[in-house]
């Protein structure tokens, strides 16, 4: 039982907008203030008025989206902005963000194709936001950095776990994801409806609240370790109290309620049916925002209370409520049960229970307040089954004989449609959709919803909107195909045979050595101290030069001989493969390589894929050529190129194709065709490299590694580059979550240090996405010396 000190009541109310408050969130400047966000389109800035204790002045309103508004976070104060920024998300698939000082936005972030309903914001300036069009987006200064696909349905909740670069993202799939440097890395399921709001505990926990009517507390490990239930309807929103344990929930059984110790404590009613939106200030006093358009503060604190005359205004709004039992708020009604006001003399046992009784032909709704010991009332309740026709609705100061519910594409009630009998319902229709700033091509739908619905003087319930942005069928992730595992060894085995890759990937022996070859490119003294960086930025790019013609070419000519008949390859074709190994191999060589030599290489990658391996291998020798690098990457033939080694790269496929094709990416970055193929298409060729890290073959790795690297090293010095940035960031990191190899761990290192070299917000974006403390345990590794000292020398440029 809590004491009635201990109890929250009003501090004050707010008419603060026209249309309903649908984000609020505690500002970073001034001291105790907050943002406010609605589907009048503005966002305002709330602060406390010195003079009067408990209420709030509008400081700031700020226009900048073409439609509703629907949430709102801020961005720490940094050195450019002291006072911090604020982000809004809505209906136009818009963020804007402001500044305190001025009413437009400082810039708009564009790239969401449906509402964008919900926004967190990480350290280091980024943003992640969620929308309708199923996908999550990660932001940095004015650009998207990546976009999170993997939701089937509406992104309604996301957040930043904001110690290791984690985030969550809830759904209308019922599923919550976890993701890490922009891959999926867990999945939540145990919600049994849309997944509406998320809120952190700590590193290790959060809470969520669904549709479903509950709350659950998970750990990011993906156990739930606990269920909350109190509210009877969808609950939109939670905060947690700084404590880390207790926490408040709002929802669509017009209530805010107040958890301590796992348990619903106080239960607040609001005269308003769609509470959408809370938060804890500074204080520790709670702001709610409703579909009323009124924000209202409440409050533990004695010295900030409302008011006398407040509090009873505030209770005498209540009590005129009129509550529609079809909400579910209030369970089945049948008045010729219910008791009468004598039913009220005997006091409630919880906080929050509610007690129809009978008053006349009318059923009016208590609830029991703890604190005042008393039972307060809530409102009028129509639609008792004896009247069902004879009640009129009030809405908005006026009777109608209905009130509709018109669910407007927000998986939640959604906007009041008044109507009577006598008017016209396309004439009602065309004024509620231009009310709502809907589009008029629903002006059918609503109209005959109308007519549907009034034949019998029986509410019905909002249709199925046919506009549901939850659709997205079950799309490819990334990340999600297993791929075959467990083949640490080559496929290829037997003494003296030709393993593709077999030969070594360059040991290190001494300090002075070239880091990738071995060889003594770097000779010029031989203690170097470690504060030389003879690691990154990497431009030149490596490459995989090392040739066994001999074996290639006699493991060419066995397969050919096994090989079916429509697949053996003629004589003059396999001279022609010959002098071509030959002549590409031998990099001195002056002769140029023929048409006919460049074509039947290109006819012969395309063997099957049990016996292509050494043609692949003679393709990634070729591609090195001057020549054979115009022809193949160059034009229409670049893409074909690019989409057949893709092709070979795919998770199921063989491990030595992958690994040759890997490094013939590699080495096409030496010509500069090829350098422009890779470029364009480095998207679909990092995914897919990425999904590689799968397969546990540390060959494969080191190639892959290597081809990071060669990306990073294009992109080094290009800060409008950030896009291409962040995905090299991204593959990498999520690589060495698996790598093993020192080598493919070295050359990651190296990667990750060329990508961040020399661009501030490149740095911001490593930051935020947890890589020091990924990495940090590589600095101490000593053999070989280069991973920890190239380690440490990355970890110096994020300090």
């Known amino acids: ?78 050195e450019t902005y002291p006072r911090g920024l604020i982000a809004t998300g809505g209906h136009d698939n818009n963020i804007c963000v402001f500044s305190l000082d001025r009413p437009d936005p400082l810039f708009t972030l564009k790239g969401h194709k449906n509402t964008v309903c919900t926004l967190s914001a990480g350290k280091f300036g980024t943003i992640l936001s969620g929308s309708w069009d199923t996908t999550a987006k990660v932001w940095l200064g004015e650009k998207c950095m990546m976009t999170l696909q993997g939701h089937s349905a509406a992104v309604w909740a996301v957040v930043i776990l904001p110690e290791q670069g984690l985030m969550l993202s809830g759904s209308a799939d019922k599923t919550i994801k976890l993701w890490k440097a922009g891959r999926c890395e867990n999945t939540y399921t145990g919600h049994e409806d849309c997944v509406r ?80 939106c809370c938060c804890i200030l500074p204080d520790g006093d709670i702001a709610v925002g409703a579909s009323d358009g009124i924000i ?107 009130v509709f519910s018109i669910d407007v594409n927000e998986g939640g009630p959604g906007l009041k449609l008044p109507y009577n009998v006598t008017d016209d319902p396309w004439l009602t229709a065309h004024n509620f959709l231009e009310k709502n700033d809907l589009s008029p091509m629903f002006l059918d739908q609503v109209a005959n919803f109308i007519i549907e619905n009034t034949k019998g003087h029986t509410l019905g319930p909002a249709p199925t909107s046919a506009t549901d942005p939850f659709t997205g069928a079950g799309r490819y992730i990334p990340g999600s195909g297993g791929g075959d595992q467990g083949f640490g060894a080559d496929p290829f085995t037997g003494g003296g045979r030709y393993i593709p890759g077999s030969e070594s990937t360059g040991r290190v022996s001494s300090s002075g050595a070239d880091p990738f070859t071995g060889g003594s490119a770097y000779s010029s003294s031989s203690a170097l101290k470690a504060t030389t960086n003879i690691f990154f930025p990497n431009t030149d790019g490596v490459m995989f030069e090392q040739a066994n013609t001999t074996q290639i070419l006699g493991k060419l000519r066995e397969l050919n001989n096994a090989a079916p008949a429509d697949r053996k390859l003629s004589d003059a074709a396999l001279d022609s493969l010959e002098k071509l190994l030959h002549l590409v191999a031998d990099q001195k060589s002056q002769e140029q ?138 593959v990498a990191s999520t690589a060495l979550e698996v790598v093993q190899d020192k080598e493919a761990i070295f050359r990651l290192l190296v990667a990750l240090g060329t990508t961040v070299a020399g661009d501030s917000t490149a740095k911001d974006l490593a930051r935020s996405l947890g890589v020091n403390s990924q990495i940090s345990k590589y600095a101490r590794v000593s053999d070989p010396a280069k991973v920890g000292e190239c380690c440490r020398l990355v970890l110096d440029e994020l300090q």
């Not at 008419?15 to 001291?31: N, Q, T, Y």
């Not at 010195?50 to 801020?74: A, L, Y």
């Open 197 to 276: 709001g998320l809120a952190v505990i700590s590193d290790m926990e959060f809470f969520s609240c669904s549709n479903d009517a509950s709350i659950r507390r998970w750990m990011v490990t993906g156990e739930c370790v606990q269920v909350y239930y109190g509210h009877t309807n969808y609950i939109y929103s939670l905060a947690v109290f700084p404590n880390g344990q207790d926490f408040i929930s709002t929802g669509e059984d017009r209530t805010l309620r107040i958890w301590r110790k796992g348990e619903c404590s106080q239960t607040i009613r609001l005269p308003a049916q769609s509470v959408w």
């Open 593 to 730: 390589p023929t048409a006919e030599q460049i074509s039947v290489l290109w006819r012969t990658s395309h063997w099957p894929e049990d016996i292509v391996f050494p043609v692949l291998d003679i393709l990634r020798l070729a591609v090195r050529h001057p020549e054979v690098n115009a022809q193949l990457c160059g034009g229409t033939e670049g893409s074909s190129l690019c989409n057949h080694l893709l092709g070979l790269m795919s998770p199921e496929g063989r491990p030595a194709n992958q690994m040759l094709a890997l490094r013939t990416l590699c080495n096409c970055f030496s010509g500069s065709h090829g350098r422009a193929l890779l470029l364009g298409q480095r998207d679909a060729v990092l995914s897919r490299s990425g999904d590689l890290c799968a397969v546990s073959n540390k060959n494969i790795h080191v190639a892959l590694a290597t081809l990071v690297l060669n990306y990073a090293g294009r992109l080094y010095g290009q800060p409008t580059e950030i896009e291409a940035k962040a995905q090299c960031l991204s």
């Open 1 to 78: 039982i809590m004491s009635g000190s201990n109890s929250f009541r009003l501090r004050c109310s707010l008419a603060a907008h026209e249309m309903d408050v649908r984000g609020l969130a505690a500002a970073s400047f001034p001291h105790g203030a907050f943002v406010s966000v609605s589907r009048d389109r503005t966002a305002r800035v709330w602060v406390p008025n010195p003079s009067e204790n408990q209420v709030f002045t509008e400081m700031h309103c700020m226009n900048g989206h073409s439609n509703f508004v629907s949430c709102v976070c801020i961005i720490a104060p940094n």
């Open 296 to 402: 209202r503060v409440f409050t533990e604190s004695q010295e900030r209370v409302a008011s006398a005359q407040d509090l009873q205004a505030f209770e005498d709004e209540l009590s005129k409520a009129i509550i529609d039992p079809k909400t579910g708020d209030l369970g089945d009604i049948k008045i010729e049960d219910l008791p009468g006001r004598e039913h009220l003399n005997e006091p409630g046992n919880r906080d929050g229970q509610t007690r129809l009784i009978k008053e006349g032909s009318n059923v009016e709704a208590y609830q029991w307040s703890m604190s005042d010991g008393r039972w307060v009332k809530i409102g009028d309740v129509v639609g008792g089954s004896s009247q069902q026709n004879s009640k009129r609705v009030m809405y908005e100061g006026k009777e109608y004989d209905f």
